[in-house]
């Protein structure tokens, strides 16, 4: 399983098959996935970036600070933003009863990224803003990370012996 059929996958993920094909993806891929998703995050500004330092006559200057820093700080934050929505995670799973813990919790959110990181990426290299576009772009991993997490089951009610007697 490779990283390309971790991104067909996940694009198909509310699907009660992908999800659960999702969990089976050896961490190396995910790992690859992730920094996909990340690159996918960094590439409009990077090549922004890029172009206006060469424009200017600075890029010997900055490269250190455009491909090695800017990079960094994408990935970074990019990790902090998956955890802090992973958490919201375990609010939807309390909210439903599902069985899920969090290190699942953080593997789902990155797949659910995977539609909201893409449509981010081709309008900001089209140039095309509009207001509430985060907004927009949140919603939709909330709507696509719900339906992810409806599809575990349950947790099964505990019962103590003890009653019975």
Same mark, same amino acid.
Request: no cysteine.
């Given at each position: ?14 699907? &009660? ?138 947790? &099964? ?9």
């Amino acid at each position: 399983m490779g990283i390309l059929h971790v991104l067909k996958l996940s694009l198909a993920a509310p699907s &009660r098959r992908a999800v659960f094909q999702l969990n089976r993806v050896k961490t190396k891929h995910f790992f690859g996935y992730i920094l996909l998703l990340l690159l996918l995050i960094f590439l409009p500004n990077g090549l922004q970036l890029i172009a206006d330092s060469v424009n200017s006559g600075r890029f010997a200057q900055e490269y250190l600070i455009i491909l090695i820093l800017y990079p960094s700080l994408v990935i970074l934050f990019g990790i902090l933003a998956v955890s802090l929505l992973a958490s919201l995670g375990l609010l939807f799973r309390r909210l439903t009863g599902r069985k899920l813990v969090y290190p699942l919790l953080w593997r789902m959110t990155v797949y659910a990224l995977t539609y909201p990181v893409i449509i981010f990426t081709i309008f900001e290299l089209l140039d095309v803003t509009f207001p509430y576009m985060s907004l927009l772009l949140l919603i939709l991993f909330i709507l696509i990370f719900f339906r992810m997490i409806l599809v575990y089951p349950k947790a &099964r009610k505990r019962t103590d012996n003890n009653e019975a007697t």
